[in-house]
């Protein structure tokens, strides 16, 4: 049963803390997200990623987070330094282009990592 | 700047009864668009699509309607379940962005029995 692992589930840090989150996309798949849902924004798009190569970011906190993709099995959002209002569920997706560069539409979202920053 | 509005937070709807979720868009480069649907504590699952050449798409009990004109479409769950209680999310993408989905607020549906 395929499907995009995310940890960690819960995260209570300190504010200052660095913070990593990391995913593990289906396997076969070659766009990665990184999504955040606060009760303000719903979900908004941070980053996203086709094969492995950064797509768009601007969606992040420059001075603060940063998205890599090491390899394809792996994506990770890093927050460094941390401060509470950066306190949301992080989600991750993946999904694929089809073979005639067709847009399916589905992404396969993952169960979220959960950051409480104090 | 809200480019997804989902503007009706809750809905509370009996067993049995048709479910009507909406959402409206601004951004007309929008071709795409999608139902995504949420428990606690876990990630959005997709549920049902359109494309702008399309007015209507239909799945089982799930039907999204699209006004194109209007900029706005629809999800018709019916029968409602209690299990079709969730969160559901309104999203959007024009196919020169692939993938980079713009979503709405999200509605509470609560069935009841």
């Known amino acids: 049963d395929a499907r995009v692992t995310q940890t960690p589930r819960h995260k209570v840090t300190e504010m200052g803390q660095e913070v990593t989150m990391r995913c593990q996309p289906i396997?076969?798949?070659?766009?990665v997200f990184w999504y955040r849902q606060t009760m303000m924004q719903g979900l908004e798009l941070l980053a996203y990623?086709?094969?492995?190569?950064?797509?768009?970011d601007s969606g992040m906190p420059k001075d603060r987070f940063s998205a890599e993709m090491p390899d394809a099995t792996l994506a990770t959002l890093k927050i460094q330094p941390s401060e509470p209002r950066d306190s949301a569920v992080y989600f991750c997706?993946?999904?694929?282009?089809?073979?005639?560069?067709?847009?399916?539409?589905?992404?396969?979202f993952g169960e979220g990592s959960r950051l409480t920053v104090l | 700047d809200q480019q997804v509005k989902q503007n009706s937070p809750s809905l509370s709807v009996q067993e049995g009864r048709i479910s009507i979720l909406n959402c409206d868009y601004t951004?007309?480069?929008?071709?795409?668009f999608l139902w995504y649907k949420k428990y606690p504590a876990e990630g959005p699952t997709f549920l049902i699509s359109i494309s702008s050449i399309k007015d209507k798409n239909e799945d089982g009990r799930f039907t999204v309607f699209l006004n194109k004109s209007a900029k706005h479409l629809s999800l018709h769950i019916v029968p409602s379940q209690p299990g079709d209680s969730a969160v559901y999310f309104c999203?959007?993408?024009?196919?020169?962005?692939?993938?980079?989905?713009?979503f709405g607020a999200g509605t509470q549906v609560v069935v009841t029995p």
């Open positions: 999203a959007a993408s024009d196919t020169d962005s692939w993938g980079k989905l713009q």
């Open positions: 396997l076969g798949h070659n766009t």
């Open positions: 997706a993946s999904g694929s282009v089809g073979s005639g560069g067709g847009f399916t539409g589905e992404l396969f």
């Open positions: 951004n007309s480069m929008f071709d795409y």
């Open positions: 990623f086709r094969n492995r190569a950064p797509l768009d």
